[in-house]
């Protein structure tokens, strides 16, 4: 009987060779999804044109083979295998888009054989061989592929029919671009734009605390009254009638000593990556993710787990690496000084080595790879500055979680000062480190994991408790509430996966908490540079800004359609997807109900009053040829791509699905795609565009188009600009004239 397995990626397939052979049969890689779903006009050709239509077809969208990267000679190799197989075995991703990637190939080909499914969370070859000893039938994970059918279609019919729809209802007149609307994007959208309204509300209070030199037998220190927010001095009469009573006051200290621990930090999962690394270097989410996967499958590097993972756990077998790995990175020079003789390991959730964490999850932390230990020098001579960077950060979190918990001794000082018959506390707190344990992997380069009290430290001098102290030298300190910051992309990842907090109902906060936000860690990056292409966000140096185009579109959608700016819409879709895989309802109901919703919200736009979105993009009508309304494009100018300037006619890019988007390896440094050139146009160009100017003496003019020459007039009449004679006659001219006074 000859047996095909089909792995994720090309990575997968090399892990089971290694761990396999060729016992249980050839084994060829996928490239993430091979196929797509057809367009909604190879469905009907009436949708072509671009209208407030839902592109719902009678039945389910079927599948198309893509043609991205390398997946046609990919699929081509796997369509001839299947043809002598009996049986095939699928080792893809064991979550429920990797149930997709695999059966999809499959049912689009027609195998009518036996298949079986491998489990596994990790790819060390334990790990591998256990799974391909306890094989399952696919036929058990008929419902979980059902359930990714059902994301994937339901996706695809609400994004596509309500970004088009928002396009041709919401689009200010005379102006060119994508309203992109996605179960993700807007919801993305949403929380910084809520943030960016938050910061212009804010009103800054002031808040008074008194400081004051406490002198007793040992020593002197400093000891505060600074109440809690909800208590605080607002008054700064009273705050200087507090430091009256305070001066020469005299009275027992109370002093409490406590000998504290506290465990490491979780290991990183991408998402904690891409804030790490944007909160210390100023990283985008791109960028970390750009290095992180050029470590892990970069040329001769390979030196790191999996990028994209989506947990912070290990899987308990993993735990027989730790001798390999804490011994292969101590060796190196900057990590020489690290005692880890006895490494700690810590099972459960409370720990980083626990299966039941990894139930359901398909890539465990990002962690460095043992299969590279032997020639870990020579590989390390290989990378850049940054990649250098990011390994190390990788490598001090591996270690720091097997090494002891910090210890520390913290000492309390209280004392209580009468104050109008009131007795009013001064406090003061200092640690002195017993064990510096895992911190000691991390020495300057300080991470997440901090005692969770925020007062200042200090050193105290020997204090028992009872002993008398008198404070001098008060002082009223003033101080001001701090807005709220705006988010920086490794930040707003972070809240993307905890999206959770943006919603008030408990049974949405709780699933949308479970399924890990709103995106994956293989999309939310891209799901943030489609917002900037789209021009719904800019940048003001690191922090991410809405602009006005996209504040306007979210008050729109706030007024007229909240649930598309409702992260909780997620939390309702993962519901519905587990009855699916419960059994307790059919895939098919699920998308017609998402049609549905998605109908009456075209309704609800349709009738829309409100003002229209201006992208600050001038051209023509959209024309929707092939690619209008793709699940995914591995084009640069994907979702919400703004038209290039000097284009008079616009053909829109593809409109990305997001959500779970098809997962695709990192396509190699050969094969990448050029990137595109910054323009006047582009969403972060913060410059204003130079004045029109006439063109050279003798030079042909082009004229401008009269939707373009009328706008212009608009513009200047309700700006009250003049209008030079250029701008009615020179086509670029009038471009620029729009550029700049159309914002």
């Known amino acids: 009987m000859a047996t095909l397995i089909i792995t994720e990626k090309s990575s997968q397939a090399k892990d089971l060779r290694a761990a396999l052979g060729d016992r249980y049969g050839r084994i060829l890689p996928a490239e993430g999804h091979l196929l797509r779903l057809a367009e909604p006009d190879e469905v009907n050709p009436d949708w072509k044109r671009w209208s407030p239509t839902l592109l719902k077809p009678d039945g389910l ?55 079986q499914r491998a489990l596994f969370t990790a790819q060390d070859p334990k790990t591998i061989r256990d799974a391909f000893a306890k094989l399952k039938p696919n036929n058990e994970l008929r419902p979980l592929y059902e359930a990714a059918v ?137 960028r970390t993710l750009e290095v992180a996967q050029e470590l892990y499958d970069g040329e001769g590097k390979k030196l790191i787990t999996y990028p994209r993972a989506e947990a912070r756990y290990l899987s308990e077998n993993q735990i027989a690496d730790v001798p390999a790995i804490a011994g292969a990175l101590t060796r190196l020079r900057g990590f020489a000084h690290l005692d880890l003789s006895r490494p700690v390991i810590r099972r459960g959730k409370s720990g980083h080595f626990c299966d039941k964490a990894l139930e359901g999850v398909s890539h465990h932390a990002i962690v460095p790879n043992v299969n590279v230990l032997d020639d870990l020098e020579s590989r390390l001579n ?74 200042e430290e200090q050193t105290l001098p020997p204090l028992a408790d009872g002993e008398p102290a008198r404070l001098s030298d008060p002082r009223v300190e003033a101080k001001r509430t701090q807005a709220p910051p705006r988010y920086n992309e490794g930040t707003l990842v972070d809240a993307m996966q905890n999206a959770w907090r943006f919603v008030e109902d408990p049974a949405l906060r709780d699933r949308l908490k479970e399924a890990k936000g709103i995106g994956t860690p293989a999309t939310r990056a891209e799901i943030i540079k489609g917002l900037r292409r789209q021009n719904l966000l800019g940048a003001d140096g690191k922090w991410l800004v809405p602009t006005p185009a996209g504040l306007q579109l979210f008050e729109t959608l706030r007024g007229a359609a909240p649930t598309l700016v409702d992260p909780g819409t997620t939390a309702l879709w993962e519901m519905r997807l587990d009855e699916v895989i419960v059994g307790r309802a059919d895939f098919r109901s699920v998308i017609d109900g998402i049609a549905d919703e998605a109908g009456r919200l075209i309704g609800v736009l349709v009738g829309n009053q409100g003002p229209a979105v201006d992208l600050g993009v001038r051209g023509g009508p959209i024309r929707a040829g092939r690619g209008a309304g793709r699940r995914r494009s591995t084009s640069p100018r994907a979702a919400g791509t703004t038209p290039r300037p000097r284009t008079r006619k616009v053909a829109v890019a593809a409109v990305g699905v997001d959500g779970e988007a098809p997962k695709t390896p990192r396509r190699s440094r050969k094969a990448k795609a050029a990137p595109e050139v910054p323009d006047s146009m582009s969403p972060v160009a913060d410059a204003a565009p130079p004045a029109p100017a006439a063109p050279p003496s003798g030079a042909r003019r082009k004229a401008p188009t009269d939707k373009m020459v009328a706008f212009a007039r608009s513009l200047a009449d309700r700006k009250g600009v003049e209008l030079p004679n250029t701008v009615l006659q020179d086509f670029d001219s009038c471009r620029q004239f729009l550029d700049q006074h159309a914002r």
């Open 150 to 286: 059902a994301r994937q279609q339901a996706d695809q019919i609400f994004n596509l029919s309500l970004t088009r729809t928002a396009t041709k209802t919401l689009l200010a007149p005379g102006t060119s671009g994508v309203i992109g609307i996605g179960r993700v994007k807007t919801p993305t959208l949403s929380i910084v734009c809520l943030r960016e309204l938050e910061i212009r509300n804010f009103k800054p209070e002031d808040y008074f605390e008194v400081v004051a030199t406490a002198t007793a037998a040992g020593g002197s220190f400093l000891m505060r009254h600074a109440p809690p927010p909800k208590d605080r001095i607002k008054d700064r009469a009273r705050a200087e009638a507090i430091a009256r009573a305070a001066d020469g006051h005299g009275g027992p200290l109370s002093v409490t000593v406590e000998d504290r621990r506290q465990a490491p930090p979780k290991l990183y999962d991408l998402p904690a990556l891409q804030k790490t690394c944007g909160q210390r270097w100023g990283w985008t989410a791109d």
């Open 382 to 455: 290989r990378l850049t500055d940054d990649e250098k960077r990011l390994y190390a950060l990788i490598c001090r979190s591996y270690l720091a979680a097997v090494m002891p918990d910090y210890e520390y001794r913290q000492t309390t000082v209280l004392m209580n000062v009468p104050v109008e018959g009131k007795p009013v506390v001064f406090r003061a707190v200092g640690r002195i480190p017993l064990k510096l344990g895992w911190k000691a992997a991390f020495g300057s380069a300080e991470t997440d994991g901090k005692p969770d009290e925020k007062e």
């Open 61 to 115: 969208y079927p599948t198309r083979p893509d043609s991205g990267g390398n997946k046609t000679a990919k699929l081509a190799a796997i369509k001839a295998a299947l043809k002598g197989c009996d049986q095939v075995i699928l080792a893809t991703d064991c979550d429920r888009e990797g149930q997709l990637i695999g059966q999809e190939i499959l049912e689009h080909l027609g195998f009518r054989g036996r298949v």
